[in-house]
């Protein structure tokens, strides 16, 4: 190795030794030039002067990385130096690479070693065979193991293993009902606990099941006698997060109070449960799901601006499994695996059961409304059917007329009506008064009462009625479609 | 055999012993024909191989010296190209760094000077007396006494010597131009005239040199006035060499031990006498280094004989590189167990 010009950084107390090196240097490698550059220290084992001179020195250097090559040599200097000097060529305030040299380990050999180390861990094959190797864990953690094939899905998932390990920032996952967004929060948990990133737990709570002052009283906790009914002090489940992650599925259900709260336990970190006059702390971040479309609630008026623009950073649009045909065989392993380990029983089919089966699932009869919940209904149904035998093509015949006709008059990504209607009132229905009927009913679900409802949804005509029902309007509305009030409320709840 | 000037000459550096000899040979060949080399596979045969810095030192000066153009000049580089201009006397200065000999850069680059139109002075730093090269007194009592039979006007001089590791020496080397050089046989050695063993220490006790001294003295039963202890304090480094010079009126040969940390003095002075020994137990003149050292300039001359020790591998390497770039043959015959006949016609 021939080192062009050496950079002798010494104090001002050291000249004369600086000097011996400097001609020492210069008549044992003729080739080189010796620059020296005095910095006084006064205390060399401190980190914050050592650094910031250190610095100083690459900031003021005129390094020209086109023509030259650097090398920072680790050899001499107190243990901070060496330190320093580490991380300034870590960070490529040094743009060059790390050079440790010593003695000969022949014992009478004059000429010493020296090694070069380069901080580009790409550029070492086994260790980024290593990262490799770990990112792929990390990736089959958050797809649980299920081998998926589809390009868009899997650099998502990708994604979100990157911002899983690397952000303590909230998640939105968005995406229709059953496409698993409860199954990636839970993974995202186990990724980041595997990782030592989180030391909590993990909370999940449907939105849509909470309610009034109980919504309040459950996520942020209340005191004793804090509202009618609190006949006990409990926690909330913001503060049993604490360190951990909340998932709060079907956010846009939440109400407008909560959300300011939640927004506030976010920013802060801290939040006043009901009837406490101090608050409590606690870290937590937010994975939130939703399949409701959030920047149309905020328009609406149904979800805070601030707390959206909070959540919308990292942002993932689950595909519904209809718009990934390519992983449905894997994910019909993974039902099987998943019916095996819950029923201790093996589930396999026969080679033409199963090519009927993934024909049909893939083809585009299959509408997969439901998603993977409508796949691991079905899994489970040809299991059972099956028993102890093979899953044959008599079987696969059944389960195929049940979907066909589960699905038969739903339109493409909408179960609202589905859930509601008997597939024969559905099929009764005009597609205008379809139409009509599913936006009222996403109304109401907004709703608290059938008069807030109501005066939502008839929020012109009302103005002009000398006395205004709305609510009956409403009612009698609902009524025509065989409906009312409280099991459109109940279908949500138990709907996600 | 002819070969169009212009098209380099393909040199495959992982001939004979592979090292750094058979890329000094070609060095001097091509500056002395004015016929451009390309040699690959340098130092093929070496766990480091490619260039070192002491070879990069040889082809730097080379490249001064004759207006050369370079491609490959780089350390680890195994592929060199050479296309020499002509050659030019004058004053140069040539440094090389810790493991670097002067006298193997002063090997690439004598006889060109020599027959340059131009007289030459050269100041070379670093060592002068290394392991594994000529030590500088070698170059000076051995080698350049018979090439000034051939013509060769130089002096050099050793201002202060250089050791290895440390290195700092240097030596004043003045060359006057020849038009050619001479044939010459050299098939005996004459009388013997004197001999002379000499110990030089730097930087460490001087006892070491007076127990090589007592060790030689006893081997070759010398008398007091041909032992020699040179204590060199102005060199920089630490560092010990031992020779015993032997002198006839034909030539003189000399034989070099080098003191290393661990090695004991009186083995070194031991091994030292061993090929001196052997030396005297033939009667060809030319010993195994000098025979290396002389085929180059024979070659040059066009023409020549010598009777010689040994054949030694660098002399193989050498006879190959010599009738690539010259019109010569040479030829050796084995005349007993210690005497070979070297010969070297123009115009195979």
Not at chain 1, 83 to 90: A, D, V
Not at chain 1, 228 to 252: M, N, P, Q, Y
Not at chain 1, 381 to 394: F, Q, S, V, Y
Request: with cysteine; charged share 25%; hydrophobic share 40%.
């Amino acid at each position: 190795m021939v080192i062009d010009r050496l950079e002798l950084i010494h104090d001002s107390r050291n000249s004369d030794l600086a000097e011996t090196v400097s001609t020492d240097v210069l008549q044992v490698s003729p080739e080189s030039e010796v620059s020296r550059t005095v910095i006084d220290w006064k205390n060399p084992w401190d980190f914050e002067e050592v650094y910031g001179k250190l610095l100083d020195f690459c900031q003021a250097y005129p390094f020209n990385t086109d023509e030259e090559q650097y090398l920072a040599h680790l050899t001499t200097g107190t243990h901070v130096a060496q330190i320093c000097l580490f991380l300034l060529t870590e960070s490529r305030h040094l743009p060059g690479m790390l050079v440790q040299t010593g003695p000969s380990r022949r014992k009478n050999s004059a000429l010493g070693t020296c090694h070069i180390i380069d901080l580009n861990l790409s550029r070492y094959d086994s260790i980024a065979a290593r990262y490799h190797v770990r990112a792929e864990q990390g990736l089959d953690f958050l797809k649980a193991g299920i081998k998926t094939r589809n390009r868009k899905f899997n650099s998502m998932i990708e994604q979100i293993e990157r911002v899983a390990i690397n952000s303590k920032s909230p998640i939105l996952i968005m995406g229709p009902t059953g496409s698993g967004k409860t199954q990636l929060a839970k993974r995202i948990y186990a990724l980041k606990r595997s990782r030592n990133q989180v030391k909590g737990e993990l909370v999940s709570v449907n939105c849509g099941t909470l309610r009034g002052d109980a919504a309040m009283a459950a996520l942020f906790g209340h005191t004793k006698g804090a509202f009618t009914g609190a006949d006990v002090e409990r926690t909330g489940l913001l503060k049993t997060a604490d360190k951990g992650i909340v998932f709060l599925d079907e956010i846009s259900e939440l109400g407008l109070d909560e959300q300011a709260m939640l927004l506030h336990a976010l920013e802060e970190k801290r939040f006043r449960p009901m009837g406490a006059d101090r608050e409590v702390e606690s870290d937590f971040q937010v994975i939130a799901g939703t399949n409701q479309d959030l920047h149309e609630c905020v328009r609406r008026g149904n979800f805070r601006a601030d707390l959206f623009a909070r959540i919308n950073l990292w942002t993932y649009q689950l595909p519904g499994l209809a718009e990934r045909r390519e992983d449905i065989e894997p994910n019909l392993d993974y039902e099987c695996r998943r019916f095996e380990e819950m029923h201790g029983r093996k589930v396999r089919f026969n080679k033409e059961a199963r090519k009927l089966y993934l024909d049909f699932a893939t083809g585009p009869e299959a509408k997969w409304s439901g998603n993977f919940r409508d796949l691991s209904s079905s899994v489970t149904r040809m299991a059972t059917m099956a028993g102890p035998k093979r899953i044959n093509e008599a079987i696969v015949d059944g389960e195929l007329e049940r979907l066909r006709s589960q699905w038969m008059h739903q339109h493409p990504g909408d179960d609202l009506l589905a859930d509601l209607l008997t597939p024969d009132q559905l099929a009764g229905l005009d597609l205008f008064d379809q139409l009509g009927l599913r936006e009222t009913i996403r109304i109401c679900r907004q709703h608290e009462t059938l008069s807030e409802a109501g005066r939502r949804l008839f929020q012109v005509s009302r103005l002009r009625k000398t006395s205004t029902n709305d609510a009956n309007r409403l009612k009698k509305y609902l009524e025509r479609f065989g409906l009312n009030w409280s099991w459109i409320r109940e279908t949500r709840m138990t709907s996600d | 055999m002819t070969t169009l000037p212009d098209i380099p000459i393909e040199v495959d550096g992982s001939h004979g012993e592979g090292g750094g000899q058979i890329l000094r040979s070609s060095l001097a060949l091509s500056m002395l024909t004015g016929r451009p080399f390309a040699i690959r596979n340098i130092r093929a045969g070496r766990q480091k191989p490619g260039l070192l810095r002491q070879h990069l030192a040889a082809v730097k000066a080379a490249g001064e010296i004759s207006h050369a153009g370079l491609s490959g000049a780089e350390l680890c580089s195994a592929e060199l190209g050479f296309q020499p201009g002509p050659v030019d006397g004058g004053s140069y200065h040539f440094a090389v760094g810790t493991a670097g000999s002067t006298m193997l850069i002063l090997q690439t680059i004598l006889l060109p000077l020599c027959l340059a139109r131009e007289p030459s002075e050269v100041v070379l730093e670093g060592g002068t007396h290394n392991p594994f090269a000529p030590p500088f007194d070698f170059l000076h009592r051995a080698f350049l006494p018979v090439i000034a039979r051939m013509g060769a006007k130089v002096r050099m001089k050793l201002e202060k010597p250089g050791f290895y590791p440390a290195g700092g020496g240097r030596v004043v080397v003045h060359v006057e131009p020849c038009p050619a050089l001479r044939p010459i046989d050299l098939l005996e050695r004459g009388e013997l005239k004197s001999r002379a063993a000499v110990a030089m220490v730097s930087n460490i006790p001087l006892q070491v040199a007076e127990r090589e001294l007592k060790l030689g003295r006893r081997r070759l039963d010398l008398g007091e006035q041909e032992l020699q202890a040179i204590n060199a304090t102005e060199a920089d480094g630490p560092g010990n060499v031992f020779m015993v010079v032997l002198e006839f009126s034909n030539l003189t040969e000399l034989f070099t031990g080098f003191g290393e940390l661990g090695t004991k003095a009186e083995r070194l002075a031991r091994k030292t006498c061993d090929q001196a020994e052997r030396y005297l137990k033939s009667d060809a003149p030319v010993g195994d280094y000098l025979a290396d050292q002389l085929l180059l300039p024979m070659a040059v001359a066009g023409g020549g004989s010598f009777r010689c020790t040994a054949l030694s591998s660098h002399f193989q390497t050498n006879v190959g590189v010599i009738e690539q770039f010259l019109p010569i043959k040479i030829t050796t015959g084995r005349e007993d167990r210690l005497a070979w006949l070297v010969t070297i016609n123009a115009g195979a």
